[in-house]
């Protein structure tokens, strides 16, 4: 049997892997990381803030670019980084991009009282994508709101929406977790207490209501809310794997806040050698044929032990 989680002993997670590859991940330099691509999956690497927000914020334009009458286009974007999205209002505005076929879906968004949150709530994935991208961009220029596909409690219509144009790229961050949007580690619970599901049941799973990690939830309530951690609602809305393997694109980008210097190595590892395991979500990414890892060096760090 599986080691019990150190974290939740109720949940699947990191540390029930084997000991020898947290290890393994855990000795990685910042050379033997950003040495890890291979066919499919392409590692890049920036060296100021400012590239690679920047770098973030274009995949935006090229995906949005690609969009024609015929063939509209678009990309799935996370809240979590957020940095990105100003610049990419911005970017539209100045090289007057018309967005009329393009798309947009989002990734996530919080469940609360049996129901998807609404733009006034604070912690509003939908309202944060809104205020700091959409309603920044010129009239003139902004694709139609219905374009804009954000997740609900009942899925069908967004997953429906995948139907109505290409992604190009689905962009995303890493939780400590090691999910992508809010594709946690399932709960250990039959029929899946001894082991997590395997793999190939896990990339079936569509748009849908989750249960959040522990981890998920003290992470968002540091990130977001000032530790906050009672405002934080303990299910959310995310988008599947399913939706994922529509992405022709996944891009991941890793500024070291969301994640640690441990968690990067680890994903990246298992991607890398192609080892996928649901108690790390991320990992599954290992199939997918077009993966980027996006690191900024200064978020890289180390894994030695330092006291503070």
Known sequence: MRPISKIAPG???????????LDD????TADDL???????FTIKVYETT???YLAEALEYINAWRQATPDQ???ICGPIGPTEQLPLVARLVNELEIDLRHAHFWGMDEWLVDGK???????????RADMELCFNRIRPDLRMPLANI?????DPTEFIASWDQARCVVMQGGQGEVKHWAFNDPPKREP???DNPPPPEVYRELETRIVDLHPITMIQNARTSGGGVVQNVPDRAISVGPKETWRAEKVSIWHAGNHDNPFGLRLTTLMISKRIADTSVPMSLLAAHPNVQFNFLRSGIGTCEAEMH
Request: aromatic share 18%; hydrophobic share 45%; no cysteine.
């Open 34 to 40: 950003l040495a890890l691509g291979r066919p499919g």
């Open 191 to 193: 029929p899946w207490q």
């Open 25 to 28: 991940a855990a000795r990685l």
């Open 11 to 21: 949940w699947w997670d990191y540390t029930t892997l084997d000991r020898e590859l």
């Open 50 to 52: 400012e590239d690679f």
């Open 72 to 74: 509209p286009a678009g």
């Open 116 to 126: 998807e949150a609404d733009m006034d709530f604070p912690l509003s994935f939908a």
């Open 149 to 153: 596909h954000f997740p609900a409690a």
